[in-house]
């Protein structure tokens, strides 16, 4: 009994030198190990945005935007980076039902991107975001506007290089109105109204 009792004192004496030799050996390998922050490298979340512009189909100017729940059909991309990364504040919550239609060029500088979405089940509405190429939303203008609860309302516009026509038609009474609104666009992107 007491050769066991020894035996086991002896082993535990000599584990115990060994987790000291043990240690030393840790602290030594990790004061060789390289700064965690020198080998982490910063993952850049600035998406640009003009990659995202790919694969959108550009419209030739001049272009009548009539967009309506007879030819809308859920035409476009759903691309929720580039909503979210122009901050566009739709109306709408979904951004997903934010379809992108198409783009236009109105110079070398300002291009201009159509958005159609519903703001409701039977409201559709396109805008169009106005973009200069530091990627920063200039202006924007509701485009197209249509409703099927009654019928009764339309919009839609003539899309040219320098300027946008906007036809706001009331079909409520018996003789259909129209109103109309001419905007100027400026070379910086701005829309100015003009004088009817």
Known sequence: MRTIGLAFIILLFFSGCQSEKKKEEVKDTVGTLPKLDTLVKEISTDIGVDSLFKGIPEQALPYVDSTN???FKQQGIS??????????????????DIKIRYQVRF???????????PISGQELN?????????????????????????SAIRELTLIEKD?????????????????????????????????N
Do not use: C
């Open 69 to 71: 729940f007879d030819n």
């Open 79 to 96: 691309n929720p980076t580039l909503i979210t990364l122009l901050k566009f504040q739709a109306d709408y919550p979904n951004l997903e």
């Open 107 to 117: 110079s070398d500088d300002i291009r201009g991107l159509v958005i159609t979405y």
């Open 126 to 150: 396109t805008t169009l975001i106005i973009i200069n190429n530091n990627n920063q939303v200039v202006d924007e203008m509701e485009i197209a506007y249509d409703e099927i609860a009654e």
């Open 163 to 195: 300027k946008l026509s906007i036809e706001h038609w009331n079909y409520f009474s018996e003789e259909p109105t129209v109103k109309r609104k001419v905007y100027s666009i400026r070379a910086d992107g701005k829309l100015v109204p003009l004088k």
